[in-house]
T-cell receptor, first 116, second 114 residues
Framework: AQKVTQAQTEISVVEKEDVTLDCVYETRDTTYYLFWYKQPPSGELVFLIRRNSFDEQNEISGRYSWNFQKSTSSFNFTITASQVVDSAVYFCALSEDNAAGNKLTFGGGTRVLVKP | DGGITQSPKYLFRKEGQNVTLSCEQNLNHDAMYWYRQDPGQGLRLIYYSQIVNDFQKGDIAEGYSVSREKKESFPLTVTSAQKNPTAFYLC?????????????FGPGTRLTVT
């Protein structure tokens, strides 16, 4: 069965520090997608990235970067030069090709607190 | 603007009462989903609908019911049979119920039952 683990429940940093969020997943499928979502205090989930299982290239988008390693089943997320506005809960999620209805399996989330 | 609307943002009910949460989308998406989020936890799938007049149970459907009479609307009823209804409920939609299409989320409804 699919599973997503985010071992870090909370990370606290000072503004301008880098922060890396870990995500480890389990799946038996060869075709799957991995996601990162941001949940600010307002509660709405904001989509950050989607990566399919056949594309292991790392990606950078502004201050955000993602490191996908199939060998270790990890899809880690780094925020460079963090800002107070980055304070939120971040979720990693998995969607499998064989999962009925495009179900997303979420990790427990990592709360990031960026202090000024 | 296209998007997903959930109302109300906060909802309070007495134990033993059924309550219906609204979810409307104008994205012309076929698929819609309901997730539940408990404090400090990730989201869990309650129900999903791939098309009008069709819906399927997710991982935690007990105590909930849904309907999908219109493409735009997917209301969720939390019944008195749901043992722990207090939670944050998020609705989502996608073009199709396929991993090729990402899910877009609404702002959520926080339900408190006392």
């Amino acid at each position: 069965a699919q599973k997503v683990t985010q071992a870090q429940t909370e990370i606290s940093v000072v503004e301008k520090e880098d922060v890396t969020l870990d995500c480890v997943y389990e799946t038996r499928d060869t075709t799957y997608y991995l996601f990162w979502y941001k949940q600010p205090p307002s509660g709405e989930l904001v989509f950050l990235i989607r990566r399919n299982s056949f594309d292991e290239q790392n990606e950078i988008s502004g201050r955000y970067s993602w490191n996908f390693q199939k060998s270790t089943s990890s899809f880690n997320f780094t925020i460079t030069a963090s800002q107070v506005v980055d304070s939120a809960v971040y979720f990693c999620a998995l969607s499998e090709d064989n999962a009925a209805g495009n179900k997303l399996t979420f990790g427990g989330g990592t709360r990031v607190l960026v202090k000024p | 603007d296209g998007g997903i609307t959930q109302s109300p943002k906060y909802l309070f009910r007495k134990e033993g009462q059924n309550v219906t949460l609204s979810c409307e989308q104008n994205l012309n998406h076929d698929a819609m989903y309901w997730y539940r989020q408990d404090p400090g936890q990730g989201l869990r799938l309650i129900y999903y609908s791939q098309i009008v007049n069709d819906f399927q149970k997710g991982d935690i459907a007990e105590g909930y019911s849904v309907s999908r009479e219109k493409k735009e609307s997917f209301p969720l009823t939390v019944t008195s049979a749901q043992k722990n209804p207090t939670a944050f409920y998020l609705c989502a939609s996608s073009t199709r119920a396929s991993i090729l299409y990402e899910q877009y989320f609404g702002p959520g409804t926080r339900l408190t039952v006392t």
